[in-house]
């Protein structure tokens, strides 16, 4: 029998974890769409749009934007037609009360498989991947200064090899920022890991592995 129910990915892990690079295999393999809360938020940051000029009050602090905010920016998202064979969720749910929300969207519940992988690395490690992580203002590619050099430079400043542009440090990148969104990460991550295993759907994968480890474990979860 085919199986047609939709495939309904949720990542989870602190900021740094890898899930940004874990996302995009995931999404070039099972052939679903990759949904970035903090991607969607940042894009209308940049476009100046009510919902940017509010979100960006909590973002630039590392503190969550408001649930009501971005659960209606998410219904609207999940409608598009790409995903209309599943998505995979990078970001959200954040706290328990996302996640009630999450599992009530009938999106969510209606004829789904739904599967949260954690991605688990230690809080000193994420400090030093995000304090050396830049970010492309144009294109949105990322890079590691120390696993992901950029190849192009001009001056001290790096170039994106994609396009050219200089590349940034995002503000919630730098390192107080970093350990508040630490601070809120850990808030939230207990209660809300303890509610995926509660449904039944949570796998855990050690993120300290290579990427292609990571990527080949998280692979046969989902097969
Ligand atoms: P991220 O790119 O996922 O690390 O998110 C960057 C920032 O966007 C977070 O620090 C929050 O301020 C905001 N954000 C992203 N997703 C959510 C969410 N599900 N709920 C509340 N705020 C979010």
């Given at each position: 029998m085919i199986d047609t129910k939709k495939r309904i990915v949720v990542l989870l892990g602190?900021?740094?974890?890898g899930k940004g690079t874990q996302a995009e295999f995931i999404k070039e393999r099972f052939h679903i769409p990759h949904i970035s809360t903090g991607e969607i938020l940042r894009e209308h940051i940049d476009k100046g749009t009510p919902l940017g000029i509010e979100a960006d009050k909590f973002m630039h602090k590392g503190d969550l934007v408001p649930d009501d905010l971005v659960f209606d920016m998410l219904k609207e998202r999940v409608?598009?037609?790409?995903c209309t064979h599943g998505a995979l969720f990078d970001g959200?749910?954040?706290n328990v009360d996302q996640a009630e929300m999450f599992f009530q969207m009938d999106y969510v519940s209606s004829n789904a498989k739904v599967s949260a992988i954690l991605i688990d690395i230690p809080d000193d490690e994420v400090i030093k991947r995000l304090s050396n992580r830049r970010y492309c203002p144009n294109c949105k590619s990322i890079y590691n200064?120390?696993?992901?050099?950029?190849?192009?430079?001009a001056g001290t400043a790096f170039l994106c090899d994609n396009c050219g542009t200089e590349l940034e440090i995002r503000d919630d990148d730098k390192v107080e920022t970093i350990k508040n969104r630490l601070n809120v990460f850990h808030n939230a991550a207990g209660p809300l890991i303890d509610y995926f295993i509660r449904k039944n759907v949570l796998h855990k994968v050690n993120g300290m592995i290579s990427l292609e480890e990571v990527s080949r474990q998280i692979a046969k979860i989902l097969e």
């Open positions: 602190p900021p740094g974890a409608q598009h037609k790409d959200f749910p954040r200064l120390i696993h992901k050099v950029p190849q192009k430079k």
